[in-house]
């Protein structure tokens, strides 16, 4: 699974893993692949850096990246504060009552309330890019489109090139002419914020809208066979990140929500505002029907809504709450049944793979390789 770009980045495979667990994006490395950390939960630069550390002392001398959630314009002077104050009291009312309903119990005082959405906001997002210069971070991310130009012309200077997310050729014209060097093709199916269109359509889309700008394809892929139809379809590779969330190296600190997620059917999802204000694919629960059901009083845009919902989800997380316990999560997870190691999953992929082209060369008349 090498192609022109893994070959560039250094990769044996060219298997690019999105996850927020060091151990993961670490572990992927190692497997072969291009590991990628995701940066929006760390508000703290330093925890952000002791991770970073962790890697640079996992990953063999190998190469990952680094995926940050920084709009392309810049906002001056707005305030958590700010942010916290616009929220109305009726959506206070409304997440007090749900918990209340499904007897989740309060944090002790003085706990902290878990984390806060508050790496949307793009101070935040320029706080983990101080810390992640000064280590040999291979690839720059961001989920919210291209970063802002001084960013890319930042990430340029220390060698690392940028990507940025897609879900449309449109968007992904708009990539190319920001100077952005890989372009994520992220469709429908996958988890966390999407757009509409599913992948088997967006991916040979965006290939042709920013030839020759490399394109990974991402939603929808936990398979080998999955990777080589992305692969046919004129990706240089794939973008992997609910198929790590049942893995054994991930810490999701909740039993329970692994067991939801080794039950859960490629159905079980939904594309909903209700964690952070934008459309996002994630495990369908009473928490979600309570934020699309008409008579509520529906999700704040973001990322209002993030910071709204932020206490209540560590609650309900921490206590463990099955019928509200979600995360973002893509239709993929039907075929996520059991627990592996990262290894594990990586070896079922190249095999998937290899069969599929073998396949594809028996149907084209050539010899298995």
Do not use: C
């Amino acid at each position: 699974m090498e192609t022109e770009l893994s070959k560039q980045l250094g990769a044996a495979h060219a298997i690019f893993g999105f996850t927020p667990f060091p151990a993961v994006a670490a572990a992927i490395t190692r497997a072969g692949g291009f590991g990628v950390l995701g940066a929006v939960r760390y508000t703290d630069p330093g925890e952000l850096a002791r991770d970073l550390d962790w890697m640079q002392d996992h990953t063999d001398g190998l190469p990952y990246g680094l995926d940050v959630v920084m709009p392309a314009r810049k906002v001056e002077g707005v305030t958590e504060a700010d942010i916290e104050a616009m929220i109305p009291e009726g959506h206070r009312h409304y997440v007090r009552d749900l918990l209340a309903k499904h007897g989740v119990p309060e944090l002790a005082d003085g706990e902290p309330s878990g984390w806060r959405i508050t790496g949307w906001m793009e101070q935040v997002a320029r706080s983990q890019l101080d810390v992640a210069f000064d280590y040999p971070v291979a690839l720059l991310a961001n989920a919210l489109g291209s970063p802002p130009p001084d960013v890319v012309r930042r990430a340029h200077d220390h060698g690392i090139r940028v990507a940025a997310l897609a879900g449309s050729a449109r968007h992904a014209r708009h990539h190319a002419d920001a100077g952005i060097d890989i372009v994520v093709a992220q469709g429908y199916e996958a988890g966390g914020h999407t757009g509409e269109i599913a992948s088997m359509v967006l991916t040979p889309e965006v290939v042709d809208a920013v030839a020759p700008l490399p394109v990974l394809a991402a939603g929808g892929i936990g398979s080998g066979e999955q990777i080589a139809a992305g692969l046919a379809l004129g990706a240089q590779g794939v973008w992997l990140g609910s198929i790590w969330l049942t893995t054994t190296e991930a810490d999701l600190h909740s039993h329970a929500l692994t067991r939801k997620l080794l039950a859960a059917g490629s159905g079980d999802t939904v594309r909903s505002r209700a964690l952070t204000g934008k459309p996002a694919r994630q495990l369908r629960t009473e928490w979600t029907d309570a934020w699309d059901d008409p008579d509520g009083p529906g999700p704040l845009p973001m990322p209002l809504q993030g910071l709204l919902v932020a206490e209540a989800l560590t609650r309900i997380q921490k206590y463990g709450t099955e019928p509200l316990l979600g995360t973002p999560v893509g239709q993929i997870v039907g075929r996520m049944t059991s627990q592996r190691t990262v290894q594990q999953v990586f070896d079922d992929l190249t095999r998937g793979f290899e069969k599929a082209v073998d396949r594809i060369n028996r149907i084209a008349g050539r010899s298995p390789s």
